[in-house]
């Protein structure tokens, strides 16, 4: 997983077993767009592709370096080695790299200013910042992850310009005193989170004032 804007180096290992190398040739979802070719010269070749920029100073026969990752970038990517003749013995290997934008803007809680009765259902929403893809929300009360899924609304991540799009995660627990909540994004292992106290309890004391 790359951020947008940012550069990779795709490596392509290989043993030949001392056979000679004819070819290697790099696919993103199975449009070519570099390949190397020992007996050619320049051995390098770089097709033009949406997305991706090859950088044939920093490319060789054993690794391919992209720069200016963009969101097209995103894609399954595939090396296939072949030997010379007479064997043209070809091998290959693929993975799916994708490209990502995460704000480093932390989700907004709004609801939990209002007034709440003892045990009364929270109306609070998490809403994360834009990003891409839509980050995954969680909530923690007091210090442990909400998983029961009757205490929270999920709605479907709202797309917004540019093609990035919004994350919200309600909560309807009930309100407890000294309630401390804490709402996570996350997109793989990065993460953003906020933290909030349900402090303005209405109790049964205060009602017979």
Aim: aromatic content about 10%.
């Amino acid at each position: 997983m790359k951020q947008r804007g940012e550069s990779v180096t795709l490596t392509c290992d290989y043993d030949l077993e001392g056979g000679k190398l004819y070819s290697v040739k790099w696919y993103r979802d199975n449009e070519e767009f570099y390949r190397y070719m020992p007996r050619l010269r320049p051995p390098q070749h770089a097709h033009r592709l949406e997305g991706v920029k090859v950088d044939l100073e920093r490319s060789s026969a054993r690794r391919v370096h992209l720069r200016d990752l963009t969101f097209k970038s995103r894609g399954l990517y595939r090396c296939e080695v072949s030997e010379e003749a007479p064997s043209f013995h070809s091998a290959q290997s693929e993975a799916f790299m994708e490209v990502y934008y995460f704000s480093r803007e932390n989700p907004r809680i709004v609801g939990h200013e209002r007034i709440y009765e003892l045990h009364e259902p929270l109306d609070v929403n998490c809403t994360s910042a834009k990003a891409f893809p839509a980050p995954a929300l969680e909530w923690h009360m007091n210090g442990h992850m909400v998983t029961d899924r009757s205490l929270m609304i999920e709605y479907d991540p709202e797309p917004v310009p540019q093609g990035f799009y919004i994350s919200t995660l309600g909560l309807r627990a009930q309100a407890r005193p000294h309630m401390r909540v804490r709402c996570i994004a996350s997109i793989g292992n990065h993460k953003r989170e906020r933290t909030v106290l349900i402090g303005n309890l209405l109790t049964m004391e205060m009602l017979l004032k």
